[in-house]
């Protein structure tokens, strides 16, 4: 199904709202009766992860039984339907690896051409977050719903900017800051880029039973935070939030990825058994194997998403744990401005407003006598400059950098978040 055409006036979109299957791109809508937020939430991008969508329906339908008041609107969509028909992560490619301006752009320019399965459900949603885009006040609140093929407990996935922390804060499971800049072209990363706020969350393991239960949990605790839907409204909102604190119980508030493990076909990869999110590993512990032989971890830390499935361009990620202090000393800085001063070291240059969205900071050797060592990337990281850019001798990092929305919210999360460019909230 296209997506709903832009309203004239102060007529509704004529949503789509009759039940729906996992063969359907829109999974269903809620359309509140007083002004708000426009929350999207995606399952499905991957077609080995239905809990998503299921959750989706789960909630809808609960809305409208229940007749509960919402403001603004609640869309839900199902990501590769092909995929998920199958049961399988993909068919040709992963859908959620190639959201980059350049491939877009050809998207939208051969509407007709003969491509492979990804690039016509990708077109699909393309045209439907386009088509949001010019309809709905800025910024869309957006959730993208996963799960994961080792044992472990759920957790959030930000792009590592302040807008997106709020509604993960609220959902009670570690947040894991700088997968997205680590993972390169995702549904997440474009919207962020686009000043939507975005917000992944990995609900457990694909065929586990709780993690239903724990999206449906996540869902509520989100349309509560963002504004469409009153506390008061929810009584089985406490419930939520404990039943995911109880999930996470004696983890981190927050880890951050220091490292990933890029895996291809050739490679022959396998990960060793055993291994679940947020495990501690040692330096140098070996945690898998390929056609080169022993595969060892780089560092100490915690391993996330070891990969314990056919498809994936990701063997395993590293992490280390933030605590609360690291959290508000990198959202008090950013709220100053701190990294304004930045450029003015010697041997520093910081770019502006890159082709991709972000900013992009290059330190020379004059530079890393300023700050030297693995110091200067652990301060780069508290303003979000997580992405390893690579430039020869000097040391290049950017950031995602979040656009200001030519419109305003009006209500919630949305209508709050928007205050200017950049990092806001």
């Known amino acids: 199904m296209d997506a709903p055409a832009a309203a004239s006036g102060p007529s509704r979109p004529n949503w789509p709202v009759e039940g729906a299957t996992l063969t359907r791109r829109w999974v269903g809508s809620h359309e509140g009766q007083r002004p ?3 929350m999207v939430i995606v399952g499905g991008i991957h077609g080995n992860e239905p809990a998503g969508v299921i959750a989706v329906q789960r909630v809808l339908h609960e809305l409208r039984q229940r007749r509960v008041a919402v403001s603004g609107r609640l869309l839900g969509l199902a990501g590769n339907l092909r995929a998920l028909s199958q049961n399988v992560r993909y068919m040709t490619r992963d859908l959620n690896r190639r959201w980059f301006p350049d491939h877009l752009a050809r998207l939208r320019d051969t509407p007709h051409a003969e491509e492979s399965s990804e690039d016509i459900e990708q077109r699909e949603l ?5 088509r949001l885009d010019e309809t709905f006040d800025h910024p869309l609140v957006v959730m993208d719903l996963h799960s994961f093929s080792a044992e472990g407990p759920p957790f959030s996935v930000v792009a590592d900017t302040l807008r997106n922390r709020p509604i993960a804060y609220e959902l009670r499971v570690p947040i894991i800051f700088g997968l997205e800049e680590a993972v390169e072209g995702t549904l997440l990363g474009y919207l962020a880029d686009r ?5 992944g969350f990995e609900a457990g393991q694909h065929d586990d039973p709780r993690t239903v239960e724990n999206n449906v949990a996540a869902i509520w605790i989100a349309l509560v935070s963002a504004g469409l839907v009153a506390r008061a409204d929810v009584p089985e909102i406490a419930r939520f939030e404990a039943r995911l604190a109880q999930a996470a119980a004696g983890l981190p508030r927050a880890v951050e990825i220091v490292y990933r493990h890029p895996i291809t076909p050739e490679d022959e990869f396998r990960m060793d058994p055993g291994f679940y999110n947020f495990q501690g590993i040692g330096r140098g512990q070996r945690l898998a194997i390929d056609r080169s032989g022993d595969v060892d971890s780089p560092s100490a830390g915690r391993i996330l998403m070891p990969l314990y499935q056919g498809l994936g361009e990701d063997g395993f990620f590293v992490a280390r744990d933030l605590g609360p202090a690291q959290l508000q000393l990198s959202a008090t800085l950013r709220k100053l401005k701190i990294d304004g001063l930045l450029g003015y070291l010697p041997g520093v240059d910081v770019e502006a407003d ?5 900013d992009e900071i290059r330190i020379g050797r004059v530079g890393s006598q300023v700050v030297v060592g693995g110091v200067v990337k652990q301060v780069l990281r508290m303003f979000g400059y997580r992405k390893d850019v690579g430039g020869g001798d000097d040391l290049v990092v950017a950031r995602r950098r979040q656009v200001q929305s030519s419109r305003r ?3 919630g999360v949305a209508g709050d978040a928007v205050t200017d460019g950049g990092d806001s909230e």
């Open 409 to 411: 919210g009006r209500g």
């Open 195 to 199: 000043g939507h706020i975005a917000v």
């Open 126 to 130: 393309l045209n439907i977050f386009d």
């Open 36 to 38: 708000g937020p426009t």
């Open 354 to 358: 890159q082709a991709d969205g972000g």
